[in-house]
């Protein structure tokens, strides 16, 4: 009986020197030597060259790992009102309606799903412009993705199904949910920096003054805020003006309204912008290197319901703009914080502040 011939698994000639095998590629980036084989005929993946039956690959493997800290602002629930109906009647003027659902697309493997998001994540969040894609980290993004999905971060309700994950925008959407979750983990080894507008680098509330027609208002404290008047777009926002006024540690505090701070992000691939509700300015007892009062500046959002552009939001807050401009460390320190339930916004503001002192006010 005639064996088949296999691939060499090694070249250890000194001409192949830096060139690797398809077996140790596909043992570098976790993937099947089959799997490779399919990417060379879909002209997808590191370009190869044969050197008899050999297939070889110049490729550096950097010493690169990526972990991703998962929570509940990473979760992607799919919705009709994100996807549109799940379910359509197709009726002509006469005869019998034909129903239209997408129960086919229950019948996508999960490991296709798998890969097409692993991909998407790789081709979108981990090339720069005009390079080619990180292939090296193409073995772990799939392992997070993995995660990801197995983890119950991606909820389908209303007939929805996994499958819609091969969809642009919402694999998007799922790109950045997990991407934001891998960049908190490299703060500490690689940090984000803000990049400032060339033409208006800094800002300042010495100036605000306008008009407007909203009747529900808050008369603030002039030795809480320096604007006087805080314009609530609901009852919840004037709850926690009276919860920052009445707190030892606040030093200030203020409305975004008119102010100017905007942050940009993205909800999926369209770029929006973010205007955060409050800024709070609280002594938790750091000092400067000079011995000065150093107060941490707080970013508030409050909110009632929580939609998926909530979570895009947050995400943007905790894992790129707090970090980006505390690395900058011109403008201060900062931090974010999110208050969903009215009743209990004092309890948990007076928590949030006792965690930053490590002392009840």
């Known amino acids: 009986m005639i064996q088949p011939q296999t691939e060499p698994e090694t070249a250890s000639t000194a001409l192949l020197s830096g060139w690797i095998t398809r077996k140790e590629l596909a043992d570098a980036l976790s993937v099947t ?36 800290n998962f929570g509940p602002d990473h979760v992607l629930e799919l919705t009709p009102e994100l996807l549109g109906p799940s379910t359509t009647t197709n009726q002509g003027i006469i005869g019998e309606g034909v129903d239209l659902t997408l129960e086919h697309l229950e019948d ?28 090296h980290l193409f073995g772990q993004l799939k392992r997070i993705t993995r995660q990801w999905l197995d983890g119950g971060y991606l909820r389908c309700t209303g007939g929805t199904y996994p499958a819609q994950l091969v969809y642009k925008e919402i694999a998007d959407m799922a790109a950045e949910r997990i991407k934001a979750a891998i960049t908190e983990t490299l703060q500490g080894e690689r940090p984000v920096k ?17 008009t407007t027609s909203k009747e529900l208002r808050w008369q603030t404290r002039p030795d809480k805020s320096h604007v006087n008047w805080i314009v609530c777009d609901s009852d919840w926002e004037a709850e926690f003006a009276r919860v920052a006024e009445s707190h030892p540690r606040v030093l200030s505090y203020v409305k975004n309204q008119g102010l100017g701070l905007e942050v940009p992000y993205l909800t999926g691939s369209t770029p929006r912008k973010y205007l955060p509700d409050f800024i709070v300015q609280i002594d938790d007892g750091r000092v400067t290197a000079e011995g000065g009062p150093d107060p941490l500046n707080l970013v508030v959002e409050v909110k009632g319901y929580r939609g998926e552009d909530a979570k ?12 980006g401009v505390n690395n900058l460390e011109k403008f201060g320190r900062w931090a974010f914080a999110e208050f969903t339930a009215v009743y209990e916004m004092e309890r948990e503001f007076n928590e949030l502040i006792d965690d930053l002192t490590g002392v009840p006010a």
């Not at 008899?52 to 690169?64: A, C, F, K, S």
């Not at 999960?110 to 412009?129: E, G, N, Q």
């Open 194 to 210: 803000a990049i400032l507008d060339a033409y208006n680098p800094t800002g300042t509330t010495a100036f605000v003054n306008f």
């Open 108 to 135: 996508m493997r999960s490991s296709t799903i798998l890969f097409h998001l692993a991909r998407h994540l790789l081709y979108t969040k981990y090339r720069d412009p005009g390079e080619e894609p990180k292939l």
């Open 312 to 323: 895009d939001k947050a995400n943007t807050m905790r894992s790129y703009w707090v970090p």
């Open 33 to 68: 030597v089959d799997t490779l084989g399919r990417w060379e005929a879909r002209r997808f993946g590191p370009p190869c060259v044969r050197a008899g039956r050999m297939v070889l690959y110049r490729v550096e493997l950097p010493d690169e790992r990526l972990e991703a």
